[in-house]
């Protein structure tokens, strides 16, 4: 049993009646985003399976792996670390 465009037409016009023109969009995207989930969920799966299970876990990062940043992006951590180690000094004592 397949489903011509009349009986597609008649679904629609019958799901438009029951939530209305304005949350349709809203609805679909829902459904999309679950659907992608879904999908998204399978292939981890899959992948799981197809992984050794004795295998050592990869290394989070290569050591000799060179890391870029602009001049402005380093002075901005410079300062927030000078200001982040101003917090862990004690006041000076009075006496």
Known sequence: MSLGPTELIIILVIVLLLFGAARLPKLARS????????????NEREQEEHAPQNAPP?????????VTMSRA??????????????KDVPPPAQG
């Open 58 to 66: 990869a290394p989070a990062s290569d050591p000799n792996e060179q």
């Open 31 to 42: 459904l999309g985003e679950a659907s992608k989930e879904f999908k998204k969920g399978v």
């Open 73 to 86: 992006e380093l002075d901005a951590l410079l300062a927030e670390r000078e200001r982040n180690a101003g």
